[in-house]
């Protein structure tokens, strides 16, 4: 079953992993890859969608399933991406369907084949972006596919500051993956400058309730992974440490060693990558699932 596990990962090239992460918004409208070719044969569904925001744009995604699923609703998990690319570079991030879950990736306003949205270059997060979250969330609630009680996140850099305040929102969220994450807009914003010598900025502020280091604490029913890099120097490892430290619930951090910021994957063995991150959701959402068995799935993390 591993190695099941881990095929659609090991199709996507690593060299396409988090673009142009912690720099400011920078996304693309090409994509690098797209999921149809690699889902026929790894008898996985991927279906187009696309939904609206509150603010009235429409959003497009690719949603994963099992073709050989008999359950009919299944835990769901919603990956949001980093500050640059786009859904195409994130393919590799998918792996979770092969344990019987519905995966859901979408493009963030401006981003891939989302609708046009004027974005400053200078900034690092846009508010507006945690609408698009909230869609993609009210989205695969309307499903008739979905477990709306046993939702899952995953977040990479600037998905993981979303998904945290997300995360905090919704009780139906049980499990929160993160990786890459900073403790507040304001903490990445300091860090960037004196690094980079950045001239970042963060347009109409950040909810301070949706701030990771204020909605962590509120995380009691949902598990958290948080995966943090080595040699991370946007998002430092002390930021991952003190969000661990803040979470009440059920929590696990990972620090990959000699990874640099949305590199962990290409840091290690690919293929663990995936197996612990497959292994957090298999125990914090749902046992695995296959051919209409269900089958034993890991236990604990």
């Known amino acids: 079953m591993l190695c099941r596990a881990i095929m659609l990962a090991a199709l996507v090239p690593l060299s396409c992993l988090l673009p142009n992460v912690a720099q400011a918004v920078r996304p693309s409208r090409n994509y690098y890859d797209t999921p149809h070719h690699l889902c026929g044969v790894l008898g996985i569904a991927v279906e187009d969608v696309d939904f609206?925001?509150?603010?009235?744009?429409?959003?497009?995604?690719?949603?994963?399933?099992?073709?050989?699923?008999?359950?009919?609703?299944?835990?769901?998990?919603?990956?949001a991406g980093p500050d640059g690319g786009n859904m195409g570079d994130l393919l590799f991030y998918t792996g979770m369907v092969n344990i019987g879950m519905n995966v859901l990736l979408f493009?963030?306003?401006?981003?891939?084949?989302?609708?046009?949205?004027?974005?400053?270059?200078?900034?690092?997060?846009?508010?507006?972006?945690?609408?698009?979250?909230?869609?993609?969330?009210?989205?695969?609630?309307?499903?008739?596919?979905?477990?709306?009680?046993?939702?899952?996140?995953?977040?990479?850099?600037?998905?993981?500051?979303?998904?945290?305040?997300?995360?905090?929102?919704?009780?139906?969220?049980?499990?929160?993956?993160?990786?890459?994450?900073?403790?507040?807009?304001?903490?990445?914003?300091?860090?960037?400058?004196?690094?980079?010598?950045?001239?970042?900025?963060?347009?109409?502020?950040?909810?301070?309730?949706?701030e990771p280091i204020n909605a962590?604490?509120?995380?009691?029913?949902?598990?958290?992974?948080?995966?943090?890099?080595?040699?991370?120097?946007h998002t430092p490892v002390w930021m991952a440490k003190k969000l661990y430290n803040a979470a009440p619930g059920k929590r696990s951090l990972w620090v990959i060693p000699g990874a640099t910021h949305g590199g962990g994957p290409q840091a290690i063995d690919h293929r663990i990558y995936t197996e612990k991150v497959n292994k957090f959701f298999d125990a914090a959402l749902s046992k695995w699932e296959y051919n209409g068995k269900r089958l034993p799935g890991f236990r604990g993390w």
């Open 216 to 233: 962590f604490p509120r995380l009691k029913s949902c598990a958290v992974l948080v995966i943090a890099a080595e040699r991370d120097t």
């Open 52 to 79: 609206r925001t509150a603010d009235g744009l429409r959003l497009t995604g690719w949603f994963f399933s099992r073709a050989d699923s008999a359950h009919p609703r299944r835990s769901t998990v919603i990956i």
């Open 107 to 210: 493009d963030y306003r401006g981003f891939g084949k989302s609708d046009p949205w004027a974005i400053d270059s200078t900034a690092l997060l846009c508010r507006e972006f945690a609408l698009d979250l909230e869609a993609a969330i009210r989205y695969v609630k309307t499903r008739a596919d979905v477990d709306t009680s046993n939702l899952g996140l995953f977040g990479l850099s600037m998905g993981a500051v979303l998904c945290a305040g997300a995360a905090a929102a919704h009780p139906e969220v049980r499990a929160l993956a993160v990786e890459g994450i900073a403790t507040s807009t304001d903490d990445v914003i300091a860090v960037l400058r004196k690094v980079k010598g950045s001239a970042l900025s963060l347009p109409g502020g950040y909810p301070t309730a949706a």
